[in-house]
């Protein structure tokens, strides 16, 4: 909640977000660069809950982006058909 607050009074034209959580208050605009959807699948210990709130977060903080830079194809293919990103605002960085 800090993060969101403490960017507002620097007034960035842009916010590069280089990890798979975004702020729930994030300013826009911002880009985010997802390296793998691991986490958000594959974690051990967790609630389902818990897992469906994380993809949740997720997945909103993806729709906002101005644009999501995926780390593969493969990471781009997921994030369109896992989280329902549209094929327009993701590109793969390969």
């Given at each position: 909640m800090a993060f969101p607050i403490f960017l507002r009074g620097l007034s960035p034209d842009?916010?590069?977000i280089p990890l798979n959580r975004v702020p729930l208050l994030?300013?826009?605009?911002?880009?985010v660069t997802i390296h793998d959807l691991a986490n958000l699948f594959y974690e051990e210990?967790?609630?389902?809950?818990?897992m469906h709130l994380r993809r949740?977060?997720?997945r909103r903080g993806l729709l906002r982006a101005?644009?999501?830079?995926a780390g593969s194809?493969?990471?781009?293919?997921d994030a369109e058909t896992h989280l329902g990103v549209?094929?327009?605002s993701i590109r793969s960085g390969v």
């Amino acid at each position: 909640m800090a993060f969101p607050i403490f960017l507002r009074g620097l007034s960035p034209d842009l916010v590069h977000i280089p990890l798979n959580r975004v702020p729930l208050l994030m300013i826009r605009p911002y880009v985010v660069t997802i390296h793998d959807l691991a986490n958000l699948f594959y974690e051990e210990g967790i609630s389902p809950l818990h897992m469906h709130l994380r993809r949740y977060r997720f997945r909103r903080g993806l729709l906002r982006a101005k644009r999501v830079i995926a780390g593969s194809e493969a990471t781009r293919r997921d994030a369109e058909t896992h989280l329902g990103v549209p094929p327009h605002s993701i590109r793969s960085g390969v």
